[in-house]
């Protein structure tokens, strides 16, 4: 039987492309969002991928759409943490509000979604847990305290897991991206586009298909023994 995954973020984006790249290698796919209906409903239209709606910053949406998930596709093997934010600003003007949400989305919703699943990957001895984390976690950013801050804590996150998971079965791993070509690095105006690819040695941005591919690798029987990893896909900006 086809093996479930469900991505968070998966209806735009970076997290569109694992959704597909994961249906292409077989799984049942469930994707979430979380509020941009219209590209949801495209989402779907396009794929077939049911998409699902709630906000990952909140424990409780988590825990009743899993739920959801789970009645309709059956229980969740593979979880991807991709949906995540920025709300950037140099620290003497960043706000409580700004640091708020980036850590409740990225880091305190990477707990949010994994805490309910985990009990059920280690009763069934099968679980991959694989966080998309950033470049800006390993380095730290100009401007993102918030972001570099929430992505370091996915590491933590990942480091832990893969010990507590091991004799289960479960497997967690991060990915950390340079700067794709998404909505969210799109969104920055050309000039400081233009400054950051001339940072990165391959000369482009990374695709979301560079990404998802990383992603249906580590979710793989094949990456079994792969725990407690990152794995870096940036063009070769940053080496840890
Ligand atoms: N793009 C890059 O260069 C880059 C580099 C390094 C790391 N990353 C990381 O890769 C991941 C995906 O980035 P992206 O560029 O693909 O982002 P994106 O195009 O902005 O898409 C973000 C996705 O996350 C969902 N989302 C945001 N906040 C959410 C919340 N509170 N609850 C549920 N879903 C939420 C969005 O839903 P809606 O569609 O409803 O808005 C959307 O589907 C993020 O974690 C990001 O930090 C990106």
């Not at 709606?53 to 009645?71: L, Q």
């Not at 707990?111 to 309910?116: G, K, L």
Request: charged letters at 20%.
């Amino acid at each position: 039987m086809a093996r479930t995954a469900l991505v968070t973020g998966g209806s735009r984006g970076i997290g569109a492309a694992i959704s597909h790249a994961l249906k292409d290698a077989g799984y049942t796919v469930a994707a979430t969002y979380a509020g941009n209906d219209e590209a949801a409903a495209k989402f779907t239209e396009e794929t077939g991928i049911k998409t699902y709606k709630w906000n990952v910053a909140d424990y409780d949406e988590c825990t009743a759409g899993i739920a959801a998930v789970e009645a309709d596709l059956g229980p969740i093997d593979v979880l991807v943490n991709n949906a995540g934010i920025t709300r950037d600003a140099p620290f003497h003007k960043m706000t409580k509000d700004q640091w708020d949400q980036v850590i409740g989305t990225n880091l305190t919703g990477v707990f949010n979604m994994t805490h309910p699943i985990w009990p059920g990957m280690r009763e069934r001895k099968f679980g991959r847990v694989i966080i998309i984390s950033s470049i800006n976690g390993q380095k730290g950013q100009f401007a993102q305290v918030n972001y570099a801050a929430s992505k370091a804590g996915d590491l933590g996150i990942v480091k832990s897991l893969a010990q507590e998971g091991a004799r289960f079965g479960i497997t967690a791993n991060a990915i950390c991206p340079g700067y794709i070509a998404t909505d969210m690095v799109m969104a920055v105006p050309e000039k400081v586009r233009e400054s950051i690819i001339a940072q990165i040695p391959t000369g482009r941005l990374g695709e979301p298909e560079e990404i998802a591919r990383c992603v249906v690798f580590l979710a793989s029987d094949d990456a079994g023994f792969i725990n407690g990893s990152t794995i870096s896909a940036n063009g070769g900006q940053f080496f840890v």
